[in-house]
């Protein structure tokens, strides 16, 4: 990959006809180690939010070397990029096939389930393996979600300690139970109560747990959706270890996904036409826009003009615009609002920030558009939940020994991956 000091260097030189993902590794580098030094436990990054292997090289570079996976081509892009970590396989409906493939080909032996048929299934697939690490899915009822994932998985509360019985009684190796309070949650003290509940779902099925896993949903910073400070989520989730009927050597996971790379990428995109406060942009919900679309977000953005040396950021009295697609799809729509310079026109391109999370991993091939090239940046990225914002941020080179000098970056603090256990 091509590396440039920042954006406006890339539109100087090639003024792109397509859109492009800007990467910034550093800023994989700093949150993995955040959540390294800080989270009393073990990491597992969630490999949808971004698949990128730049995302889960840099990962692993720094620290990171769990990976919370749900199917057989996220296993082997992991495989591939960071050989040698640990998977779970954190998605409650598999095939069996995929069961078999990740126990018997990649030593993949933590499963998630939210029902006994899964359990079965899990037991039948490994030819009744007695080393798995078994985690039961709670749907907890947690507030503060900008984005509910408690309705297609999990077990109910009420029925949770019968299954809880089940996979304790199914396993000679370890038991866990996790949840997930919700993508972007912007209330830390969501995760204590989810753990409460977790708590008495255990005592009433009178079981031991080795593990928790409090899932993802640690939040990035949007317009208009400002969260609390990271470690008021460690505390949170801290406090509420502290409270659970767990034994000595219980492990504490955590799944985040979005936490660790939403201000790793942005998008530059470029204006096709303006129609008052409609803009048609040659980026959209069918690329890298999804959740701009279907979730309404507003994201950050910048504005960029001309060409060559002339092309330079506007800044200026600023407007708000929605925006459209590149595709014939009348869904293909953000509202926003984005607030731009109101003298915005045809030509002109716009950077649309923190989108390292759910933004690349969307993209779609329809109506032929969708691909777009990367390349490295340096510059810091629109907002930081880690500091980042307005410092420049170095950059490695493209292979895997550079891309270790990243550490060097940040505070280099990170302990292994090992479990701290409860005190
Ligand atoms: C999507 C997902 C995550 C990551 O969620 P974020 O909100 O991006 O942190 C973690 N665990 C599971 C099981 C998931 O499905």
Redesign the pocket.
């Known amino acids: 990959m091509h590396t440039y000091h920042k954006p406006l260097d890339l539109v100087r030189e090639r003024s792109p006809e397509r859109p492009v993902a800007f990467a910034r590794p550093a800023a994989v580098a700093v949150a993995a180690r955040w959540f390294q030094d800080k989270f009393e436990g073990d990491v ?1 990054y ?1 490999v ?2 971004n698949p990128s292997p730049w995302v889960i090289k840099t990962l692993a570079a720094n620290g990171v070397t769990s990976f ?1 996976v ?1 199917s057989i081509p996220e296993i082997e892009l992991v495989t591939t990029h960071a050989p040698g970590s640990r998977m779970a396989f ?2 409650p409906v598999k095939s069996r096939k995929a069961i078999a493939t990740a126990y018997f080909e990649h030593g993949v032996k933590a499963f ?1 389930l939210d029902s006994h048929e899964e359990l079965q299934k899990i037991l039948e697939a490994t030819g009744g393996a007695r080393d798995l690490t078994l985690i039961v ?1 709670l749907a907890v009822v947690a507030e503060g979600a900008s ?1 509910s ?1 408690s309705g297609k ?1 999990g077990v109910e509360l009420h029925e949770a300690p019968a299954l809880l019985l089940a996979a304790r009684a199914a396993t000679e190796g370890r038991m866990g139970v ?1 949840f ?1 309070v ?4 912007m209330r830390p003290t969501a995760y204590q109560a989810a753990m409460a509940q977790a708590s008495r779902a255990i005592v009433r099925a009178g079981v031991m747990v080795d593990i928790v896993d409090v ?4 939040p990035s910073v949007y317009p208009g959706m400002m969260p609390p400070e990271m470690s008021d989520y460690v505390d949170s989730i801290q406090r509420g270890f502290a409270d659970m009927m767990v034994h000595e050597e219980t492990e504490l996971w955590c ?6 790379v939403a201000e790793a990428s942005s998008i530059l995109t470029k204006v096709e036409l303006r129609k008052n406060d409609a803009l048609y942009l040659n980026d959209g919900s069918y690329g890298n826009l999804f959740d701009a679309a279907h979730v309404k977000w507003p994201f950050p953005v910048k504005l960029y003009r001309g060409e060559g040396d002339e092309a330079h950021e506007v800044e200026g009295p600023l407007k708000p615009f929605r925006f459209y697609g590149p595709t014939c799809d009348s869904m293909d729509h953000m509202p926003g609002p984005f607030w731009l310079p109101e003298d915005i026109r045809e030509g002109d391109y716009i950077e649309i920030g923190m989108l390292g ?2 933004g690349v991993a969307m993209t779609t091939r329809f109506n032929g558009y969708g691909d777009a090239e990367t390349v490295l940046v340096e510059d810091a990225p629109m907002a930081s939940m880690f500091g980042l914002a307005g410092r420049t941020i170095r950059l490695p080179r493209e292979n895997q020994e550079d891309e270790r000098k990243v550490v060097r970056l940040s505070r280099p603090k990170g302990r292994a991956g090992k479990s701290r256990r409860k005190r």
């Open positions: 597992f969630a949808k939010a919370d749900a954190m998605h998630a899915r984005y994932l998985f996790s997930h919700g993508s972007q949650c899932g993802g949903g640690f799944e985040p996904g979005r936490a660790l999370a759910y």
